[in-house]
């Protein structure tokens, strides 16, 4: 596959803001491909990376596979992630996220 690939190099290309970006796509990418523990892996990668934007954006796709799975408190701890980066498009979702999981009775 071309897309994954190119996430890949992009990944592995040096450069800190690049690779963390690509990580968060690669990680929307398996997703829609059903690779789930990939795609966690590189959301986890994209969380790691400290990044300011991809960083947030990554906690919210782990938190959201993370509840889907059943792991509330893995899904919680991924959602307060985003909320507490301090973006606030990344704090709302997030928020949003843990409103499901409080719905639900989680």
Same mark, same amino acid.
């Given at each position: 596959m071309a897309a994954k690939d190119a996430y890949h190099d992009a990944i592995d290309s040096g450069d800190a803001d690049t690779a963390s970006t690509a990580a968060l796509g690669l990680g929307a990418l398996l997703v829609l491909g059903g690779d789930v523990q990939g795609a966690k892996d590189a959301f986890? $990668?994209?969380?790691? &990376?400290? &990044?300011?934007?991809?960083?947030?954006?990554?906690?919210?796709?782990?938190? *959201?596979?993370?509840?889907? *799975?059943?792991?509330?408190?893995?899904? $919680?701890?991924a959602f307060q992630t985003a909320i507490d980066s301090g973006r606030p498009n990344a704090a709302l979702a997030a928020a949003a996220g843990l409103g499901m999981l409080t719905d639900q009775g989680a």
């Open positions: 986890q $990668k994209a969380i790691d &990376s400290g &990044s300011a934007d991809a960083a947030p954006m990554a906690a919210i796709g782990l938190g *959201e596979l993370l509840a889907d *799975e059943g792991d509330v408190q893995g899904a $919680k701890d």
